[in-house]
């Protein structure tokens, strides 16, 4: 088992689509049980670097990259390893909700049982575990048979969530998690991925600078491929090191 | 009653108070009567059909009602049309069980596991061609490679075979649609979870995507079943229903075929089972298509 | 950019308002001081009028600068801004308020009369007024240019205290009737003393704002402590 210091290290990480440069040698590392970040204008490059941490750029076939990704230690793109298993550990919720044409039950048991996992009692467990994380479980707690796209926007959105949760991946990626739903819905959510960096680590792309305040113990500014300023949110909140940061911020770019 | 007249008398008024409003209303007229005109061939030949075949179908006379489906035709073609109807049946469920499994799986293959590109254009061009080509042309192929080259002969299977080359290209188009139109984020939440692509496309994009295969698959089962000229070398013929799978034993009868045979012989009653025939067929083409347009209301509101 | 541009009309407004007080601030020391060497009670009472007003245009600058940060949720350099004009309008106010004070003594001085020529007193409150505008010019105009020259009134300041404070001290020892006096003189000068202090708080806070440092000035940031007196 390699030695590690935090979960997601990226190391001079530069990506391109076919000839097109996305991101530039972007170096950094994603405290564990925190949550960060990663803002920057449109076309920066923050879903890029978000799906380079769980591989999903691989669906791309134009996608190339140079540099490394290091989850628990070890580089993710290096031939040989599982990339099914690194997905296992590393969730990801999309910008719009996207629940599977099923029963909200089958939702959540969909991961695990890829999984291996039969019992129906640990999977039951897991349903309820699950859907409470995500503060969903009192609202849907007596319907879980029914279809799941039939419930609204947020419920969706949390049902994407708990679903993610359910193979209790240590690292949870969130791409504009809110930004398709309504202000109340969206509020909900955001306190509920506070709540949850107390047993996992989120990073979550967002291009609403006020959200990233709200929500984030770290913020990391990309801009035209590159990490501009990668510190504490409540510095650069205060007294951004990067002038460009600073432009982007009090919304003077972007 | 004087509210209505008042109605339509202020109606009437509004109509012509002015060119354009006259102008507005004789354009109404005019797109009602293309309407009427569009759909008249359907309720005409039903009524045609009906007209003469009913008491085949629905009657309770000897050969008629449910004993025109359980009788075999006997001495001069009296009694009832089993042949036919089982032969079709039977033909309808062998070129499925051949037709769709390749069709969907083709179209698995080549939207999920190819990349945009030459050989999925070439693949879709030629599908396309083959979704138009007319019936005849296929009956002729079917004669001449599964018949004859493949020595296969005339019968169920050489028939079955044949509708399911004309129902893959088809099926193929249609399947591959229903496909693209699962949101790519449906395939991605999988792939997150760690799911291989395989069973990804199993358990989610098959399954968000099966309305609108099923749709698919019934449209091309309903034209299907009323194909002649596909199995007029190939199928045969039979007044029993099959008993081998190859050789004499297996010639089949159907009821397109039926249809056409009863209606060029000269003897009068036989007319009446023809359109009797005609009319059960297009019912059960009509229940098919029902049954397709119902399952695809259901999709619009699933995928959200 | 909308934003920008409504959040600059709201500051904009600050700015103006943080003007007009630190006019009304400096005037109000001014005049307190001449009310006490004249010993004037009209002037006096003038300066305790002032004093309301300050508060006032204090009161409504705490306003707006709430409600911008309500609307406008700045960050960065806009929410560093904010929060040091609320700060500086309250170290304004306080100004006001020592003045208020000065003018009070002055009521209290009705029936005496100055037993020297006043000369450090109005001197420490020009080297008050005088780092106060140093200070302002930073925050106002976002100009720290003269920063370092604040040291050198603080000392200045230090040094005059110090001599007035043994000045007294040896007028007390020679003569009997001066007492009331002559702590007034000292109490006066310790009231411009706290307003040259407020106004070293300023030029501090206008340093954080324009660079995010949190930096101290003058003898506290050289490690010397002020030798003066109080």
């Not at chain 1, 991101?23 to 380079?52: H, Q, W």
């Not at chain 2, 109605?7 to 009437?12: E, K, Q, R, V």
Request: aromatic share 10%.
């Amino acid at each position: 088992m390699t030695e590690f210091k935090h979960h997601i290290e990226v190391h001079n990480l530069s990506t391109w689509f076919g000839k097109f440069a996305v991101l530039k040698d972007i170096s950094c590392y994603f405290e564990d049980n925190t949550v960060t970040a990663v803002m920057g204008p449109s076309g920066c490059g923050k879903s890029t670097l978000l799906r380079s941490l769980n591989r999903l750029n691989d669906l791309v076939p134009t996608f190339r990259r140079e540099g490394e990704v290091r989850f628990r230690g070890q580089d993710i793109y290096e031939t040989g390893y599982s990339v099914y298993d690194l997905r296992k550990q590393i969730g990801m919720v999309f910008q719009r909700p996207n629940p599977f044409p099923m029963s909200i039950r089958d939702n959540i048991e969909y991961g695990p049982r890829l999984h291996g996992i039969k019992d129906d009692d640990e999977l039951e467990k897991i349903v309820e575990t699950s859907l409470k994380k995500a503060a969903l479980w009192d609202e849907v707690k007596d319907d879980l048979e029914k279809p799941a796209p039939n419930l609204s926007g947020g419920q969706q959105q949390r049902l994407c969530i708990a679903r993610a949760l359910s193979v209790d991946p240590p690292v949870l990626l969130a791409d504009e998690p809110v930004s398709a739903l309504d202000p109340i819905s969206a509020a909900k959510i955001e306190e509920l991925i506070v709540e949850l960096k107390k047993d996992y680590t989120i990073i979550m792309v967002t291009h609403n600078v006020q959200q990233a305040f709200r929500v984030s113990d770290q913020a990391a500014f990309l801009y035209l491929g590159e990490l501009i300023e990668f510190d504490k949110t409540e510095r650069i909140l205060e007294a951004p090191a990067d002038e460009r940061t600073e432009a982007f911020i009090t919304g003077r770019i972007g | 009653m004087s509210g209505r007249r008042e109605s339509l008398i202020a109606y009437l008024l509004s109509v012509t108070q002015s060119r354009r409003h006259f102008m507005d209303f004789l354009f109404k007229v005019f797109l009602g009567v293309i309407i009427l005109i569009v759909v008249s061939p359907f309720f005409l030949i039903l009524i045609q059909v009906a007209s003469i075949g009913f008491w085949q179908v629905f009657g309770s006379g000897p050969g008629q009602g449910i004993e025109f489906f359980t009788t075999f035709p006997g001495v001069g073609l009296e009694g009832g049309i089993r042949n036919a109807f089982v032969g079709t049946v039977e033909l309808i469920v062998l070129a499925s069980a051949v037709g769709i499994p390749l069709s969907v799986f083709g179209a698995v293959y080549i939207t999920e596991y190819t990349t945009p590109g030459w050989g999925r254009a070439i693949v879709e061009f030629a599908s396309d061609v083959l979704a138009g080509i007319p019936s005849i042309v296929f009956g002729a192929f079917g004669f001449a490679f599964l018949v004859d080259f493949l020595h296969l002969g005339m019968g169920i299977v050489a028939g079955s075979l044949t509708l399911a080359f004309m129902m893959i290209p088809t099926v193929l188009r249609t399947t591959q649609e229903a496909l693209r139109a699962v949101p790519m984020s449906l395939r991605e939440a999988s792939l997150a979870l760690g799911a291989t692509k395989w069973s990804t496309t199993w358990n989610v994009t098959l399954r968000a995507a099966f309305p609108g295969l099923i749709t698919g698959v019934l449209l091309a089962i309903g034209r299907v079943m009323g194909e002649t000229a596909p199995l007029i070398f190939t199928a045969g013929n039979s007044l029993s229903v099959p008993t081998e799978l190859t050789g004499s034993g297996s010639w089949v009868a159907s009821m397109p075929y039926t249809i056409w045979a009863y209606i060029s012989d000269p003897r009068e009653y036989l007319q009446a089972k023809a359109h009797g025939t005609a009319l059960a067929l297009m019912i059960m083409v009509l229940t098919v298509d029902i049954i397709a347009n119902i399952i695809s209301r259901k999709v619009t509101r699933r995928l959200v | 950019m909308i934003m920008g541009t409504q959040l600059e009309f709201h500051l904009d407004e600050i700015k103006k308002r943080l003007r007009q007080l630190h006019k009304l601030a400096t005037k109000s020391l001014g005049d307190a001081m001449d009310a006490f060497k004249k010993l004037d009670q009209g002037l006096a009472k003038n300066v305790k009028e002032l004093s309301t007003e300050i508060e006032e245009l204090s009161e409504k600058i705490e306003a707006s600068v709430f409600e911008t940060i309500g609307r406008r949720q700045p960050v960065a350099r806009d929410l560093r801004r904010l929060s040091v004009y609320l700060q500086i309008s309250h170290s304004l106010f306080r100004i006001g308020r020592y003045s208020y004070k000065i003018a009070h003594i002055t009521n209290l001085c009705e029936n005496l009369e100055h037993f020297k020529e006043l000369i450090s007193l109005p001197y420490l409150k020009d080297l008050a007024i005088k780092t106060l505008d140093i200070a302002m010019k930073g925050i106002l105009d976002e100009d720290l240019s003269q920063i370092d020259e604040l040291e050198k009134l603080e000392s200045e300041s230090d040094r005059e205290t110090s001599e007035m404070f043994e000045e007294i001290a040896e007028y007390l020892r020679k003569r009997k009737d001066i007492e009331k006096m002559a702590m007034f003189y000292i109490i006066v000068g310790r009231y411009c003393e706290r307003a040259a202090d407020q106004a070293f708080l300023i030029a501090e806070k206008a340093v954080y704002m324009v660079t995010g440092e949190r930096k101290k000035l003058g003898l506290a940031y050289k490690g010397k402590s002020s030798q003066a007196p109080h």
